[in-house]
């Protein structure tokens, strides 16, 4: 039996080969406006554990890659027929699922807003077909990620951003469907850490980071 860790590390491997073989191109082996298999008729949410792949809408053309010449798709792009300013028809790119691990099934679905920037890329972290974590973006830039840490289907752990960085993590540490532990991060590391100790959903507790007034 393939152990967790091994298939994450597979996963974070595959990752790594699909995104270079992405970036260099090469020769892809290309099939246009085919149905996703499996695709079900899941709909799109922010709910975690939803499918990890979205359903396909009747106006979508889906072009498949085969990236790593297994005769089965790795990458599947979603496109719309729109126009530009000038009136003139083009292919907007609405989402992308890929398969990192090479085993059939997608693994990350990404939605992408009206510049065709990211806005939203759902991850299945255990390989289990549903969503595990979802990170979420403004004009391509992270903002906020969601995980569920205990894989119950719901998220547990929220992670705030501004300009790329972390300023703000929350975590429901008992399950309750309640932030309980709050950090706030300033320069690149914690700088305070609040607790609920007694489940009413304020911080109870304050415990300052020695190190971040020692500059």
């Not at 398969?99 to 990404?110: A, S």
């Not at 309750?176 to 609920?196: A, F, I, M, Q, T």
């Amino acid at each position: 039996m393939t152990s967790p860790l091994w298939q994450a590390v597979r996963g974070a491997l595959a990752l790594t080969m699909l995104l270079l073989l992405a970036a260099c191109g090469g020769n892809k082996d290309v099939k246009k406006d085919q149905p996703a298999a499996g695709a079900g008729d899941q709909s799109e949410g922010e709910q975690l554990a939803e499918n990890i792949r979205q359903a396909r809408q009747g106006n979508e053309e889906v072009t498949e890659y085969d990236l790593n010449h297994d005769k089965r798709p790795d990458v599947w792009s979603y496109t719309v027929k729109a126009k530009d300013e000038q009136g003139r028809t083009f292919d907007k790119l609405i989402r992308k699922e890929l398969d990192i691990n090479w085993d059939g099934k997608v693994d990350i679905t990404r939605n992408y807003d009206d510049n065709e920037q990211v806005a939203r890329e759902a991850l299945d972290l255990d390989f289990d077909g549903k969503v595990d974590q979802v990170n979420f973006y403004e004009k391509g830039q992270i903002v906020r990620k969601e995980r569920d840490l205990d894989y119950n289907g719901k998220p547990d752990l929220w992670l705030y951003f501004e300009k790329g960085k972390i300023v703000r993590k929350e975590r429901d540490t008992d399950s309750n469907s309640k932030v309980d532990y709050w950090e706030y991060w300033e320069g690149d590391r914690v700088d305070r850490v609040g607790e609920d100790l007694d489940g009413d959903g304020t911080v109870d507790r304050w415990t300052k980071n020695p190190s971040s007034s020692e500059e």
